[in-house]
């Protein structure tokens, strides 16, 4: 079974809505300034944090604030590996260069891909599971945050540094 939804978010903020059939399905809410992200889905509750302000780990809870999975970055790649207590394990990488679309997979029976604009996309999932689709937006906000840093070290730290001499 196919599941086709879609998502938005407003442009210079990280808050997701996700639909599924024109009603909101998931809802995950960003804190930029401690790492963390809560998210609402219709049947649980999830909280993200990451171990620093730009890890690489990201610790994963249920609603009842037990520690559930794991979320290891590999930045320089562009890619993440997630492993739940379960013992489940999945991959997360980008599928182009732009870093418009990805996917999460558990390389056996799950997989989940993603289209994006710059403020809205779409999904398409061969799974009901909601953990994997809610990981899938937050290792994406991970590299957003790195690839903003990035940019204002190779911007900004030189123009900073030529007002010092």
Same mark, same amino acid.
């Given at each position: 079974m196919e599941r086709y939804l879609t998502w938005n978010k407003g442009i210079f903020e990280s808050n997701y809505q996700i639909f599924e059939g024109g009603k909101i399905s998931c809802t995950m809410f960003f804190d930029t300034w401690r790492s963390e992200a809560k998210a @609402?889905? !219709?049947?649980?509750? +999830? #909280?993200?944090?990451? *171990?620093?302000? +730009?890890?690489?780990?990201?610790?994963?809870? *249920?609603?009842?604030?037990?520690?559930i999975g794991f979320i290891t970055y590999s930045d320089w790649k562009s890619k993440a590996s997630i492993t739940l207590n379960s013992g489940e394990k999945y991959a997360f990488e980008f599928t182009?260069?732009?870093?418009? !679309?990805? #996917? @999460?997979?558990?390389?056996?029976?799950? !997989?989940?891909? +993603?289209?994006?604009?710059?403020?809205?996309?779409t999904v398409i999932a061969n799974t009901d599971d909601e953990l994997m689709l809610l990981i899938g937006f937050y290792a994406r906000e991970h590299f957003t945050k790195m690839f903003m840093l990035l940019i204002f070290i190779v911007i900004f730290i030189p123009i900073i540094y030529r007002g010092i001499l």
């Amino acid at each position: 079974m196919e599941r086709y939804l879609t998502w938005n978010k407003g442009i210079f903020e990280s808050n997701y809505q996700i639909f599924e059939g024109g009603k909101i399905s998931c809802t995950m809410f960003f804190d930029t300034w401690r790492s963390e992200a809560k998210a @609402i889905s !219709q049947s649980k509750n +999830y #909280r993200f944090k990451d *171990d620093g302000l +730009y890890g690489t780990t990201t610790q994963i809870f *249920d609603g009842n604030n037990e520690l559930i999975g794991f979320i290891t970055y590999s930045d320089w790649k562009s890619k993440a590996s997630i492993t739940l207590n379960s013992g489940e394990k999945y991959a997360f990488e980008f599928t182009n260069n732009w870093h418009s !679309q990805w #996917r @999460i997979t558990n390389f056996s029976d799950k !997989q989940i891909n +993603y289209d994006s604009s710059t403020s809205s996309g779409t999904v398409i999932a061969n799974t009901d599971d909601e953990l994997m689709l809610l990981i899938g937006f937050y290792a994406r906000e991970h590299f957003t945050k790195m690839f903003m840093l990035l940019i204002f070290i190779v911007i900004f730290i030189p123009i900073i540094y030529r007002g010092i001499l």
